[in-house]
């Protein structure tokens, strides 16, 4: 990763809050020790720019992220009893049923591994970057990213925040996340203020992604080459982005 690509982020897109993603075995870093659940930690190193680092060992405090990163023995009856019980997110247990179905799971592989979150560097080569962005940014880097190899994203609702730590990896795709209502509106809060943006949403995919889709910004409209198009002339109207 060059300036020149970094600087395409900062100027043109304008990705303030990046980070990146990397599944482990060694662990060479200076651990901060935070009591945080997967969501929480994502944030931190979001807003507060630091490494938050969840080893083997490490104990974080979601059952949702647990049963979803096989961290804790949660079955699914258990996991399905808690949405459709407690927090009544589905009418019953065969839609919450559904859901679960087509959520992408968590890849064998990585399981046991430590999971290390941190703000991007230039010297960074991690396995996935994560964005927090408005739609137009978002929809930018979409179109970057279909330049020279159109690819249909599948955006599954109700989808958990924690999720699109490892999304791209088993679908190989751009990961959209509206970030969870939970984490939005009940444990995603400081005292009366709420730690993610309401008009902010996350774009996770793989470094190898990140890297093409900064390699396309010249070539592409979504980036900064103009199209061969005479914008077509309307009447006048109230700008609310004035």
């Not at 969501?39 to 405090?61: D, G, I, P, W, Y």
């Not at 390699?215 to 592409?220: A, G, M, Q, R």
């Amino acid at each position: 990763m060059n300036k020149k690509k970094m600087k395409i982020l900062d100027n043109f897109l304008g990705v303030e809050n990046i980070i990146s993603i990397c599944f482990c075995d060694d662990l060479k870093l200076t651990v901060n020790n935070f009591r945080d659940t997967m969501c929480t930690a994502m944030a931190r190193a979001f807003f507060n720019q630091k490494t938050v680092v969840f080893s083997k060992e490490h104990e974080q405090l979601c059952p949702g992220a647990d049963y979803f990163f096989k961290l804790a023995k949660i079955s699914t009856n258990e996991a399905i009893k808690n949405y459709v019980k407690d927090e009544h997110v589905f009418c019953n247990e065969k839609v919450c049923r559904n859901y679960i179905k087509y959520l992408p799971k968590f890849p064998k592989e990585l399981k046991n591994k430590n999971i290390v979150m941190k703000p991007f560097e230039l010297k960074d080569n991690p396995q996935v970057i994560i964005m927090l962005l408005d739609p137009a940014r978002a929809g930018r880097i979409l179109g970057l990213l279909n330049y020279a190899k159109y690819e249909n994203i599948i955006i599954n609702s109700s989808q958990p925040t924690c999720i699109s730590l490892f999304v791209p990896l088993v679908t190989k795709k751009a990961h959209i996340n509206f970030i969870d209502y939970y984490d939005r509106y009940y444990q995603g809060k400081v005292g009366d203020k709420s730690i993610w943006p309401d008009n902010k949403l996350i774009v996770s995919l793989r470094y190898t992604d990140f890297v093409i889709m900064l390699d396309n910004f010249e070539k592409s409209p979504h980036g900064s080459y103009k199209p061969n198009l005479v914008a077509q002339k309307i009447d006048n109207l109230n700008a609310l982005n004035s």
